[in-house]
């Protein structure tokens, strides 16, 4: 069983940064291999942010996050990190971590989901 746990929420003015951080208590596996950040806004649908092939280390973002997020890796604590820069109000949102099988994509098929942590910009 995969498991996938998401930290580093909270509450930020806007313009701030945030980080957070999903630590997956597994070695990587093909399954695994991809690896997304989603948020999902009150009354908004579930949305991708960014998505990380953990092998390739190749990325993709949602325009609304491009040139203000990252997604890394940190192999030595086994987490994929998002670095949130310059949030703004429409960055309030519960963010979850998701896993998955290659092709890695956006809109990918993702198995796996942590709980959500919350990210409130004011």
């Known amino acids: 069983q995969v498991q996938l746990v998401e930290s580093g929420g909270g509450s930020v003015q806007a313009g701030g940064s945030l980080r957070l951080s999903c630590a997956t208590f597994?070695?990587?596996?093909?399954?695994?291999?991809?690896v997304g950040w989603f948020r999902q806004a009150p009354g908004k649908e579930r949305e991708a942010v960014a998505v990380?092939?953990?092998?390739?280390?190749?990325?993709l973002y949602d325009d609304s996050v491009k040139g203000r997020f990252t997604i890394s890796l940190d192999n030595d604590k086994n987490t994929v990190d998002l670095q949130m820069d310059s949030v703004n109000l429409e960055d309030t949102a519960t963010y979850f971590c998701?896993?998955?099988?290659?092709?890695?994509?956006?809109?990918?098929?993702?198995?796996?989901w942590g709980q959500g942590t919350q990210v409130t910009v004011s």
């Open positions: 990380i092939n953990r092998v390739l280390d190749r990325k």
């Open positions: 597994r070695p990587p596996a093909r399954s695994t291999n991809c």
């Open positions: 998701a896993a998955g099988s290659p092709p890695c994509e956006l809109h990918g098929q993702f198995n796996h």
